[in-house]
């Protein structure tokens, strides 16, 4: 995500180095670089001209620091800039009600229904809500039935009428099951199509007028660059959204949605997704996406991430274990898997301060957790809690089951006795052993 941009970004940094100061002369092909590097990733030209100006008018008049270099204060600038354009801090989000309605609206394939499905298990775990899923498009039986299977994973209602055909009084219907139910919060997933159209749009503003939700949220693919924001002004142009759902974030995505929408329609972007699963729903905030684009990273939402897949008392049993030299296959195998639930690797890394510059050009494969857990899974069950009785015979069976070679399990038992010993170490000195405890425990703003 944004890769493009931010390399493009460095680059326009570099022009300032070895410089004493920020001058007219050396200020103008950095403004230059950045102006480019905003319309390859698909930014509007008149918004990255409109950006630059005041990157510019604010970087002269600006009186650097001593301590600071010019290209230091330049990112500074430019980060503050790029903060203001996505909307300064996190937008609220309203669903308190009796009960509270979300609407979902945008274009067939922007990710609707899977990002109702994401925004019911969200609300459900972070606000405690009771929530009521509506499957309001009826022009395709696939998506009706997609949300019940969403439903069904997440322990959440849904309702539709599969004899009706009109979505309006649907959601009438609904809402009404929703109040006789007790329902705090009704999620409305709504037909989309290929293109804006006045039939799609008559619609969905009519299914607006009878419901009168709390949230009117947009949903659109940021991968389509611009179009997306094209589309998103036709919509609030009709509808009057309330704000903004960015998904597939974790595509080749050039970001210029992300840094257009607010502009043009003056609408905060609320959440942002990755992928399918549904667990990948993040609220925005323009300062910590500032930051990831300008590749310094983002542990706060890093820290979050964690902190909702870690187990507390999980961690400290761990914890207990690796003081003891316990730690086992079985705790190395729940790691994986929750480290797995946190997000890409790869877009974990770009949230640490450095790392994802450091590592840019390393090839992280998904597959080789993959083969780790399908080592483990071909262990017996006293293999897995008993490390040291892997010998010879043991682990050429075990390469046999996971259709491995034998050198494959040696360096795999290899690495997981250094990381092992690592876990003791960092237990010694006091820095946490495993979970989102040790994280915790480690970072200076946790205290």
């Given amino acids: 995500m944004f890769q493009n941009l931010q390399d493009r970004l460095e680059k326009a940094f570099d022009n300032l180095k070895g410089t004493g100061k920020i001058t007219d002369i050396n200020i103008a092909s950095t403004i230059k670089e950045i102006r480019r590097a905003l319309v390859e ?16 008018e604010k970087a002269v008049g600006d009186n650097v620091l001593t301590s600071v270099s010019p290209g230091q204060q330049m990112v500074k600038i430019v980060n503050d800039e790029l903060t203001k354009l996505m909307g300064s801090e996190a937008a609220p989000f309203d669903i308190e009600g009796k009960p509270a309605i979300v609407l979902m609206a ?63 009084k649907i959601a009438q219907n609904a809402l009404k099951h929703a109040v006789d139910n007790n329902f705090n919060l009704v999620i409305v997933d709504t037909a989309g199509r290929l293109a804006v159209d006045e039939d799609m749009m008559q619609e969905i503003s009519n299914i607006k007028i009878a419901l009168n939700p709390n949230e009117t949220l947009f949903v659109v693919d940021s991968m389509t660059g611009q179009d997306a924001v094209n589309t998103a002004k036709a919509f609030n142009d009709r509808i009057n959204f309330d704000g903004v759902v960015l998904t597939k974030l974790d595509g080749d995505s050039r970001g210029g949605a992300a840094l257009s929408i607010r502009y043009v329609v003056d609408k905060p972007i609320k959440f942002i997704s990755t992928g399918e699963k549904l667990e990948k729903i993040d609220i925005f905030y323009p300062e910590r996406m ?24 999980e961690a400290e049993k761990l914890q207990k274990k690796i003081r003891k030299n316990k730690f086992d296959f079985n705790d190395f195998h729940n790691q994986l898997n929750q480290l797995r639930k946190m997000g890409n690797i790869k877009d974990l890394i770009g949230m640490i301060p450095g790392a994802g510059k450091m590592l ?15 080592i483990i899974l071909s262990m017996t069950p006293l ?27 040696n360096r795999f038992v290899k690495e997981f006795n250094n990381m092992k010993l690592m876990l003791q170490k960092m237990s010694a000195m006091g820095m946490g052993g495993g979970g989102g405890k040790g994280i915790k425990a480690r970072l200076p703003f946790n205290k």
């Fill in 41 to 56: 990733a698909d930014v509007n030209y008149k918004i990255a001209k409109e950006f630059t100006s005041k990157i510019k």
């Fill in 106 to 168: 945008g274009l067939q394939g922007s990710g609707k229904t899977t990002f109702s499905g994401k925004l019911a298990k969200f609300t459900k775990e972070q606000n405690k809500k009771k929530v009521l899923l509506v499957a309001c498009d009826v022009y395709r039986p696939a998506a009706i039935n997609q949300l019940h299977v969403l439903g069904e994973q997440i322990g959440v209602e849904v309702y539709s009428e599969l004899d009706n055909n009109n979505p309006v």
């Fill in 360 to 374: 840019k050009d390393v090839e992280i494969d998904e597959k080789d957790f993959r083969k780790m857990e399908a």
């Fill in 290 to 313: 500032a930051q990831r684009i300008l590749g310094m990273g983002d542990i706060v939402s890093f820290v979050e991430r964690a902190q909702q897949q870690f187990d507390e008392k």
């Fill in 383 to 409: 293999e897995r809690s008993n490390p040291d009785v892997l010998d010879k015979s043991r682990k050429s069976r075990i390469a046999a089951g996971c259709g491995m070679k034998l050198a494959d399990i």
